[in-house]
């Protein structure tokens, strides 16, 4: 039912350098970081800035993380919720939740707002599909006029994540709502190395270069399977008492979680 924090008072602060790779999309995301920092400034010369940003692209590429490194690089609240909180609920409470955060948010200001899953209450509207949805649709309703009722210039800025851009309602993109787009894509082996040294970094692997192999031996893996794939490691140095994770540790949990790719690969439609 939403989630709140502060980076400034949990302790660690999600920043850009904790997201690996995705270069395009930390720069475009970082262009909101100087008016959620100083909103004043773009204010006082009636310069509007965007409100909403969808984020797209395959699951544990990191739309979460760069959302979270948004809020903490502008050391302002961070509001969040998923899309898939709202699939069970009855009708009215899934709208009373946006409308309560939106509102929170607001009196946050400056913010960030973000919405995982979007397509799970997002989907193009009156399909029939399902029978009706009413609790869907009225949530999403109330997320589209959470947007238009921006009044211009409140520094309240909404992210939204996605893997399914193409199932959207239209209604959502147009102008003024989710009309910034930024793409994260599967990580290329120079990414997934810098994303394994972000992850490694507290883990006693016995030869940290170990780590240019993998990156080489998992094209397909996204930063979620990455960071699953060295714990998995540190799981199989465990069982074995040893004092740090080796190759072999390393190699075995990237056929594990290769295999757990393919299986979830496969149920995909
Ligand atoms: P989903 O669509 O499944 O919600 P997501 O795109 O929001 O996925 P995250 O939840 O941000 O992905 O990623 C899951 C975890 O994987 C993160 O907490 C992070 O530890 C790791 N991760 C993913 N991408 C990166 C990256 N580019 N750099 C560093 N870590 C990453």
Known sequence: ??????????GTRTTFADVAGQ???????????????????????????PHGVLLMG????????????????ADVPFFSTSGSEFIEVFVGVGAGRVR???????????????IDELDSIGRTRGTGLGGGHDEREQTLNQILAELDGFEGKEAVVVLAATNRPDVLDPALLRPGRFDRHV?????????????????????????PSDLDAIAGGTPG??????????NE???????????SITEADLQEARDKVMMGTVRTLAIQP
Do not use: W, Y
């Open 221 to 230: 893996f996204s930063g979620a399977d990455l960071k699953n794939l060295l």
């Open 183 to 207: 793409m994260l894509n599967l990580p290329d082996r120079r990414a997934r190395r810098a994303i394994l040294d972000i992850h490694a970094k507290a883990l006693p692997l016995t030869d």
């Open 23 to 49: 270069d395009q999309a930390k720069k475009e995301v970082a262009e909101l970081v100087e008016f959620l920092r100083e909103p004043e400034r773009f204010q006082r010369v009636g310069a509007e800035v």
């Open 58 to 73: 395959p699951p544990g590429t990191g739309k979460t993380l760069l959302a979270k490194a948004l809020a903490g690089e």
């Open 1 to 10: 039912s939403g989630r709140f924090s502060r980076p400034s008072e949990s």
């Open 233 to 243: 490691a540190a799981i199989q140095a465990a069982r074995r008492s040893a004092g």
């Open 100 to 114: 309560k955060m939106f509102e929170a948010a607001r009196k946050a200001a400056p913010a960030v707002i973000f």
